[in-house]
């Protein structure tokens, strides 16, 4: 009788053990949360008077195959008719001290817009005329610059991901963060004509859901409880699947590999017995609970940083008519290095609004890889600072009647450039040594909740071949 342990209770954590339960030879499945609820990230809170509060994530995308693959799972859970969903929206950025519309129509694309000073179109024809570079990898801001021109990395690329990694374009690497297009120019010479030429996805597509989602045109979705209603669904399924078990309340201290090539597990002073472990944990954390006879692997493992991210609700007590209306905006650097960006959550999501009054919800981000100009602030101050940024930026003021200040610590793992070298080193270890650990979480190839469940998945039958 063969036992995985899923160590974290993450959506990476849960949609292993999942998998696991559908697809391996595993008798018994436990899964280990440290803390007293399943989720991680994923934070979406109740108020009484019927709002819903996203903390961290606020939605998932059903483009790409991870997209594609997480709507099969919510299909599979049955949560398809809890799904909340929006066509594409206007996205903003914030320059000069004003929002300037990312540009969405044909249009836009031959006339130039603020705040870029040539039309899109030349930037794109400036891209196909560009060298394909050999550099193994290169940062973010270097790669788009060079092919893109100075505009684009710093009013295109460093927004947007400041708006994905909360990160720096400029420490960021190319080949992890956006591998397709990555690969794109080393195939084709051009990004460009990678998407004309790169033969297209003729897969059959058999999910009901999918479907739908590309008839409808669906942008983004949620569902009517909030993100976390995903991690419920998985919850309940896992419950109810023979073999497995989740607790709470039960962090792993310790992890170490016996003469028999199994891994002991030590849990509130227990030891569980192991003969493969699947970590979703961020990868730092990981290496704290290795035993210390594994110092190159665990060395490695402290070197994917993360940032931290203040997260600030607000809620103005009144429906506003806002002139920008869409999915939110975003600052790039150079406007302003502490604040991130700011979701119009009552926007993309009216449904999340409170039941009783008129209202209209935001969520104000902070921090990122510029948290350190943030340290040593009081959550008071996080909170005006929030507040004022959000009244100036989208032009309003009104009555705040909800508020939340969250630090979200060490939680958007960086890619930095490099990032490619270091997963070779740690899976070509646990490789070599034959070592029944499993590599899962936003760690190392993808921080949203569909790279996460698709890794998971991944992982699972790479793994399931080795125990039939
Ligand atoms: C503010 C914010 C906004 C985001 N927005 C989006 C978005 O809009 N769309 C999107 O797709 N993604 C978004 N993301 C990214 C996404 O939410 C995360 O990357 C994803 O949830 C990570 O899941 P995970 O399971 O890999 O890790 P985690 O959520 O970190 O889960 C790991 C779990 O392991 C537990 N744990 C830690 N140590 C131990 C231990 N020793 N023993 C047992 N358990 C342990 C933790 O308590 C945690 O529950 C956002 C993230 C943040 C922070
Ligand atoms: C301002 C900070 C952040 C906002 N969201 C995140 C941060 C750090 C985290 C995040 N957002 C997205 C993902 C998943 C990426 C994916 O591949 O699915 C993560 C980890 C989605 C996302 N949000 C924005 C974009 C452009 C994307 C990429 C996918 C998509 O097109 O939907 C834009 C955006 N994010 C934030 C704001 C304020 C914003 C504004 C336009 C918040």
């Not at 039309?119 to 193994?136: A, G, T």
């Not at 479907?211 to 979705?221: D, F, P, V």
């Not at 028999?260 to 990868?283: M, P, Q, R, T, W």
Request: charged fraction near 25%; aromatic fraction near 8%.
């Amino acid at each position: 009788m063969k036992t995985a342990v899923v160590i974290g209770g993450g959506v990476s954590g849960l949609a292993a053990a999942h998998y696991l339960g559908k697809k391996s030879n595993f008798a018994k499945i436990l899964v280990l949360e440290a803390s007293s609820r399943l989720g991680g990230w994923l934070q979406s809170i109740h108020h009484p008077d019927g709002s819903v509060q996203e903390l961290g994530p606020r939605s998932i995308r059903p483009a790409g195959r991870a997209g594609q693959n997480t709507l099969e799972l919510v299909e599979e859970l049955n949560l398809a008719d809890q799904v909340l969903w929006v066509r594409a929206q206007n996205r903003y950025l914030y320059v000069n001290g004003e929002k300037c519309a990312l540009p969405n129509s044909l249009g836009a694309l031959v006339k130039a817009q603020k705040p870029f000073s040539r039309s899109f179109l030349s930037y794109i024809m400036k891209e196909v005329f560009q060298k394909r570079s050999d550099e193994e990898d290169e940062s973010i801001y270097d790669f788009m610059e060079r092919r893109m021109g100075k505009e684009m990395a710093c009013y295109a690329f460093d927004p947007l991901c400041r708006g994905i990694f909360a990160g720096d374009i400029r420490h960021l690497s190319m080949r992890s963060c956006f591998p397709e297009l990555y690969k794109l120019e080393k195939h084709y010479g051009s990004i460009v004509k990678g998407f004309l030429f790169s033969p297209k996805d003729k897969s059959q597509i058999t999910s009901k859901l999918v479907k739908k989602a590309r008839l409808e045109r669906w942008s983004t979705y949620s569902f009517r409880r909030g993100v976390l209603q995903l991690v419920n669904a998985l919850e309940e399924s896992l419950r109810q699947t023979k073999g497995t078990e989740i607790h709470t309340d039960a962090p792993c201290s310790k992890l170490h590999f016996t003469s028999d090539g199994k891994l002991v597990v030590s849990v509130n002073g227990e030891e569980v017995k192991a003969d493969h472990v699947f970590s979703s944990i961020y990868a730092k954390n990981l290496s704290q609970i290795l035993s210390k006879d594994h110092s190159s692997f665990t060395s490695d493992l402290r070197k994917i940083p993360a940032v931290n991210v203040v997260v600030v609700c607000v809620e103005i007590a009144e429906k506003l008519n806002l002139i920008e209306s869409g999915f939110g905006h975003l600052l790039p650097s150079s406007e302003d290095r502490k604040v991130l960006g700011v979701v119009y959550d009552s926007c993309v999501f009216p449904q999340h609004d409170r039941q009783d009054i008129p209202s209209s919800r935001f969520t104000v981000m902070m921090g990122g890889a510029w948290y350190e100009e943030l340290k040593g602030m009081s959550d008071q101050e996080l909170q005006e600072l929030a507040i004022s940024s959000l009244f100036t930026q989208m032009g309003i003021s009104g009555t705040v009647s909800k508020v939340k200040v969250t630090l979200m610590k060490e939680c958007i793992p960086q890619y930095l450039v490099g990032h490619h070298q270091l997963l070779e080193r740690i899976f070509t270890y646990i490789q070599d040594r034959n070592l029944p650990l499993s590599l899962v979480g936003s760690s190392y190839r993808g921080p949203s909740i569909n790279d996460c469940i698709n890794n998971a998945r991944i992982e699972v039958e790479r793994i399931s071949k080795l125990y039939c």
